[in-house]
């Protein structure tokens, strides 16, 4: 039972939901059996494990049912009924946490009771809304869209005839909007799963679509008519545009020119993407041809930090992924207070199940660039070695802290156990591994070197130099210049 879909939908309940749902199964409106609110209670006193032997089957029938014989049959029927109700739930708070959805509900429920002075205003006050906050609900487009559909309806159901021909060259103005925001969103999400799966997939019609249609042309008419929505469709353009050139730093500077200059228009649910598409655009593309872009990275970053955009879980929390690459990006070009200032501010934003790993780990590689090595290995043995990132991260951090405390006993045992965490682990992408074999390559020959206080060869150097990409490759060659 403790794999059930009911429970399993029941797990992501906050207090609030809890709260909310006795209410919803209370209600006759939405449940007609009584069965229901006892196996719901039941059920939510096991929160937040669901593994009390209560919920053992035959148990819990027997609650529901305690002067009756089991019945598989009944039960499986109940926690059936139970699931869509949850499900029901679900859709209930989804609605009614949209405004907008509502309303749109409302308008079509009052057309189809042939009350269509009442859909208008509806729609009417709810498009004003939506001007009044333009680009600040994340959503403008497609609900201008929507409305502007629903209102049609209702001109064409009243033989408003004036009415209904402006509404529908609004309607197809912003379906045109709306689809170009998608459009080159989703083009450009394409060609970034394109370099990070290392594949070459897209879509024939979206080529076709490109090449017979002038994006080019379309956005410069826009700009010289002065089209108030110009600026938001070329955000989206000129971010396809980093991707699919993505070593033209042109449409990157267009792309960074446009966003910094009218950021306060905008949502930061859109800012927030906006962000993405310039660290996209940066890495890894652009600082492989110039190392400034490693500065550029980082002034993005303090950018969108100064506007409080990365609290993109429920408003709360960040997103380890982000938190690492900004405070990477900082540590990287020796913005070493900015990064300690980050860490701090937002250690308490991560989410708990990540939260000690990932601060530590920050921290560890903090400390490892302030020369502070004894410090960064006391974050690193705070360091649980579950997560596959941190796990590789936090072995090079220690090969390092090691080497420059001249610890070789402890230097030699970590790069045997990083030779072996590639040799064990066989799902790692082939790259992976060959980043990994050259780094211990290079980092036994500098540790020998050291240990054995001798000179490297000047020929390891330059077969290091060589090989375009490894782990701490920058490190590396400035200890091998250290011992020439």
């Not at 409106?29 to 089957?57: A, D, G, M, Q, W």
């Not at 049912?65 to 139970?82: G, H, I, V």
């Not at 000690?356 to 690193?380: I, P, Q, V």
Request: with cysteine; hydrophobic share 35%.
């Amino acid at each position: 039972m403790h794999n059930n879909i009911s429970i399993e939908l029941l797990k992501t309940f906050s207090d609030e939901d809890v709260k909310q749902f006795m209410d919803y199964v209370s209600c006759s409106l939405f449940n007609k059996r009584k069965e229901h609110i006892k196996l719901y209670s039941v059920i939510i006193k096991c929160k937040p494990e669901f593994t009390n032997p209560v919920l053992h089957r035959e148990k819990l029938f027997n609650k529901l049912y305690p002067k009756s014989k089991y019945d598989e049959q009944t039960l499986r029927t109940r926690m059936t009924e139970l699931t869509a109700l949850i499900r029901s739930y679900l859709a209930f708070t989804h609605q009614h946490k949209n405004l907008f959805l509502q309303k749109i509900s409302q308008a079509k429920e009052l057309m189809s009771r042939n009350k269509y002075s009442m859909s208008e205003k509806i729609l009417t006050n709810m498009l004003d809304d939506l001007e009044n906050e333009k680009y600040k609900n994340s959503n403008y487009f497609e609900y201008k869209y929507f409305a502007f559909t629903e209102l049609c309806k209702v001109y064409s159901a009243t033989g408003n005839l004036k009415e209904l021909l402006n509404t529908e060259i609004s309607r197809s103005e912003f379906l045109i909007y709306f689809f170009l925001e998608d459009f080159l969103n989703s083009s450009r999400d394409i060609l970034t799963n394109n370099v990070q799966n290392k594949t070459v997939k897209d879509s024939p019609v979206s080529n076709e679509f490109f090449k017979r249609f002038s994006l080019d042309n379309f956005l410069a008419m826009l700009k010289e008519t002065k089209n108030e929505h110009y600026t938001i469709i070329a955000i989206y353009y000129y971010s396809y545009l980093t991707r699919k050139d993505n070593d033209n730093e042109d449409y990157y500077f267009k792309l960074k020119e446009i966003v910094f200059s009218e950021y306060k228009k905008f949502s930061k649910k859109d800012l927030f993407n906006f962000w993405n598409f310039l660290s996209g655009a940066v890495f890894p593309a652009l600082v492989n041809k110039d190392k400034k872009f490693y500065t550029e990275r980082f002034l993005i970053n303090k950018f969108f930090s100064e506007l409080g955009v990365f609290l993109t879980i429920n408003n709360r929390y960040i997103h380890t992924q982000t938190f690492n690459n900004i405070a990477n990006s900082a540590i990287i070009i020796n913005e070493l207070d900015w990064a300690e200032e980050f860490i701090l501010k937002y250690k308490d934003a991560l989410l708990p199940e990540s939260k000690e790993n990932t601060f530590n780990y920050c921290m560890s590689a903090l400390c490892t660039r302030k020369k502070e090595f004894e410090r960064s290995l006391d974050h690193l043995s705070k360091i649980k070695m579950s997560e596959l990132a941190y796990n590789l991260d936090s072995r090079l951090c220690y090969i390092v802290n090691y080497y420059e405390l001249n610890l070789f006993d402890q230097l030699y045992s970590s790069i045997d156990a990083f030779k072996h965490y590639f040799s064990e682990n066989k799902n790692l992408p082939e790259y992976v591994i060959d980043m990994g074999k050259y780094s211990v390559k290079f980092v036994t020959k500098i540790a020998n070197a050291k240990s054995r206080n001798i000179k490297i060869d000047y020929a390891d150097l330059k077969e290091a130099e060589s090989v375009d990409s490894f782990f701490i490759r920058k490190w590396i060659l400035e200890k091998m210049k250290e011992l020439l």
